[in-house]
């Protein structure tokens, strides 16, 4: 099997789950642990946060006992609004960074008026900005996405792969096609050129299917020459692969 990932889209949400906007929970007890509480809600349903985890943006959690009912606020529409800002152009993770700890949140980012956004990154990304803002549907990009079967995965996730957030300046969103479960899986890559020689094509196929047979999930960038062959190797072994494109998942070149 292939899965493609990509931190573009030329073309490119994620196949949504059905959760509704509001969930309403049994109030829980104060005296439990919040390891437990953790548990009970996570394991109900996936995507929420328990009154242990901290709040972000689009969550709501009405923190006090005088209420039976907590209400959460699931953080899809934090991620659509993720989504929105790496389409833009002009903003990428640095000045994303830079936003996100000036407003808070993606979504409190977006809304934010041209006054207060240009403090942060400047006039002219703000006028160009404020154009994006008011032409791109959201909605519209999210069926684009689903229609294709291509998912998303946003900086701020667990499913976000842990040693790609540790450089410095990591992708805010990775465009996925495929099982994006393969990110957490040990993974080990196998790149060169595209001018491979027969000796380096024998190489390749031995190294790629040896390591696939073991277990590992080969990585590579899905270019003709060394990275075709590693990808071709491992799915003739029956292994797991991922191709990490230089453009956009929805157009896999070459």
Known sequence: SIRLVSE???DFPTLRPKWPSI???????????????????????????????????????????????YCYYIYVQERDYYLAFSNFPGIGPIKFDKLLKYFGSAKATWNAPNSKFKQV??????????????????KAYLKRLAKQKISFVC????????LLKQIKNPPIILFVKGNSHLLHGRCLAIVGTRHITSYGREITK??????SDAGLIIVSGMAYGVDGVAHQATI????????VLGNGVDLPYP
Do not use: C, N, Q
Not at 155 to 162: I, M
Not at 206 to 211: E, G, I, P, R, W
């Open 8 to 10: 573009s889209f030329l």
């Open 23 to 69: 969930l309403t929970l049994p109030l829980i007890d104060k005296d439990s642990s919040s390891s437990k509480s953790t548990k009970s809600i996570r394991g109900g349903l996936k995507g929420l946060f328990s009154i242990s985890f901290p709040v972000i943006s689009g969550i709501i959690v009405k923190k006090t006992l005088k209420f039976k009912y």
């Open 121 to 138: 990154v400047g006039e002219k990304i703000t006028a160009k900005f404020e154009i994006f803002r008011k032409e791109f549907d959201i």
């Open 155 to 162: 900086l701020f996730e667990d499913e976000y792969p842990k």
């Open 206 to 211: 031995m190294f790629a299917s040896s390591l």
């Open 236 to 243: 003739e072994a029956g292994g797991k692969t991922i191709a």
